[in-house]
């Protein structure tokens, strides 16, 4: 995703209806949020050092 080995992609991970897809970019503390349709990078979210584990959980308090 990033074009560099050194960012070293290691997980991945759609979200329930499959549009997106999120990609542990572990060498530069980073997820890329892509759009499965189009392959575009939408995001780059900050995480934690070295993160690799990836998860989705569901908002709680949020009202549909």
């Given amino acids: 995703m990033s074009g560099s080995a050194e960012t070293r992609q290691v997980t ?3 979200n329930q209806d499959g549009s997106r897809l999120y ?3 572990t060498g530069a503390n980073k997820i890329a949020e892509i759009d499965f349709e189009s392959g575009e990078v939408i995001d780059r979210l900050s995480c934690g ?4 584990d990836l998860a989705i959980v ?3 308090g949020r009202k549909k």
């Fill in 12 to 14: 991945l991970l759609f």
């Fill in 58 to 60: 569901p908002a709680y």
């Fill in 49 to 52: 050092k070295q993160g690799d």
């Fill in 23 to 25: 990609v542990a970019e």
